[in-house]
């Protein structure tokens, strides 16, 4: 273990395998809501910031445009103004985001870590970190983008 890690199971290793056989067929799909996601977002009133490369504010934008010519990934991640409490009502109101840790899953998957992975750790832990409390990561999944942006924005509408 100390030379090559942990083993997968036989069972794990096949499961894992058929979503990888898959990916290249999910990614434009996930790209596609990602981007929609990020532009809604970074013009939404209520939200502070917002972290994708595939917006041309973001720091990594140029680096984007080179390396990832098809786009980048499904994952966005961006801060709400009101904090750990804004942020711990999007999660309760978010209805198509399922709250898990997941990435590039055919579902969109959401994370509040201040309140869930994070959740030993008080704001200023939080910050030093770099996780602050205001924080959502959100994997885009494979939902028609309109359903999506309509859920997020009846989240944000509840803060």
């Known amino acids: 273990m100390r030379d090559f890690g942990s083993m997968q199971s036989p069972q794990n290793a096949f499961i894992l395998n058929l979503g990888l056989e898959s990916l290249h067929v ?14 809604f977002l970074y013009h939404h009133p209520k939200v502070a910031y917002v972290n994708y490369s595939g917006l041309p504010t973001d720091k990594y934008y140029a680096v984007a445009q080179k390396y990832l010519p098809n786009g980048g990934c499904g994952v966005v991640s961006f801060g709400l103004k009101g904090g750990r ?4 009502v999007f999660m309760r109101e ?4 399922a709250i898990e840790t997941h990435v590039a899953d055919a579902r969109t998957c959401c994370l509040n870590p201040a309140t869930s992975t ?4 008080n704001d200023e832990q939080l910050a030093e970190a770099g996780v602050p409390a205001e924080l959502i990561r959100i994997s885009l999944g494979l939902e028609e983008k309109e359903d999506l942006l309509a859920d997020i924005s009846n989240a944000l509408d509840a803060i």
Not at 26 to 39: D, F, L, S, T, Y
Not at 85 to 88: D, V
Not at 94 to 97: F, V
Request: net charge positive; aromatic share 0%.
């Open 26 to 39: 999910r990614m434009p799909k996930h790209v596609e809501n990602g981007q929609a996601v990020a532009e």
């Open 85 to 88: 409490e804004a942020a711990s």
């Open 94 to 97: 978010l209805k198509l985001g």
């Open 118 to 121: 994070h959740r030993q750790m």
